[in-house]
């Protein structure tokens, strides 16, 4: 509807620049929220250019933000922290609360993203406290919820869950569908890594009634990604392989480079488990090239280390002991102490199995 109206107001005589404009960037914000994020991006690219033009220096300010969560969830993190760079002098000067807190809840994802989670924390805190202060339980929501993440991505799984279920209460009471799937896919997330299974299973069957009833694709293949690794991990690998080629083919149709690279370096990690070294090098190879193009630190060590294992079965030790040390040495600088216990355990069991002699890790 939001790109109609731009049509509709493009083609009218009397249509203001100022109004344009506007209708330029809810349209690109129509496109992201519901996870078509190559189609927003020249949309809030225009948005900014024709806000820059008619002098409009809140809704061009809008359109920097909203650029920079999008190429972040793109995973192209360099422009992304130069839109929102852009953007600070004018969110300062306006004086805007919802833009203030649009520019730091994003500045927290982007730093998380890049393994910053100092400054991420930081950046989620003062989120929260724009959120409060104004009272405003959808912003709320979604700073509780990148609070919640960086916390899980530090170990602190309680304290994370803590977060998503405050945010999940704001949701549910303020109905908001959005921030609700947003909230569901984090706690099932953490759910998995806490072997809840069962809890997890019923988050999952949650998001695909909100990503049917949003239209969020991206969502939607995020989180059929995730439920792949629970299936994989209760021993239904077929049925995992299936679901991760469908989070492949999902993440593919939204650009999601990210998403896709997951997906594909957790079916690597399946074929480990399987004992098929050869395919697990070549996935998580082609998925450590993207983590390496979109800038995700997280990924290069969490996908890094299965590599090692996979060198490690196909006899090329020495070029395993390099990719372990350097996947060992991304993942404490993070950090996470969960995730290095997950890697240092995976290469014990796989090795076990197949009668490899596993990699050291520093302090064993």
Known sequence: RAVQLYERLAGHAHATELRKAEAL??????????????????????????????????????????????????????????ALVAA?????????????????????????????????????????????????????????????????????????????????????????????????????????????YDEATAEFSA?????????????EGLAIGNFAILRARLGFLDESYRLLMRSVSLAREVGNRVGEAASLGNLGCNSNTEGRFSDAERLLSEALEIHRQVQNRRFLGAHGAPRAVALLGLGRRAEAERQWREALSIIRSLPDPLLLQAQIQDMHEICRKYGLEPLPAEGE
């Open 25 to 82: 960037q809810a349209a690109g914000a129509a496109l992201a929220t519901a996870g078509r994020l190559t189609l927003a991006e020249p949309w809030l690219v225009r948005a900014r250019q024709a806000a820059e033009q008619c002098g409009a220096n809140n809704l061009a300010a809008r359109s920097l933000c909203s650029l920079g969560l999008l190429l972040t969830q793109l995973g192209r993190s360099s422009e992304a922290e130069v």
């Open 207 to 219: 998001i695909m009634n909100l990503c049917a009833e949003t239209g969020a694709r991206r969502m």
């Open 88 to 196: 600070r002098p004018m969110v300062e000067a306006s004086g805007d609360q919802e833009l203030s807190w649009m520019l730091q809840h994003n500045e927290a994802i982007l730093f998380h993203h890049l393994g910053r989670n100092s400054d991420a924390e930081a950046g989620s805190r003062r989120a929260c406290a724009v959120a409060t202060a104004v009272g405003e339980s959808r912003w709320l929501a979604a700073a509780l919820v990148t609070s919640g993440v960086i916390c899980k991505h530090t170990g602190r799984l309680e304290e994370a869950e803590r977060y998503y279920r405050q945010a999940l209460d704001l949701c549910r009471q303020g109905r908001l569908p959005i921030q609700e799937l947003s909230t569901r896919y984090n706690l099932f997330g953490l759910l998995v890594d806490s072997a809840r």
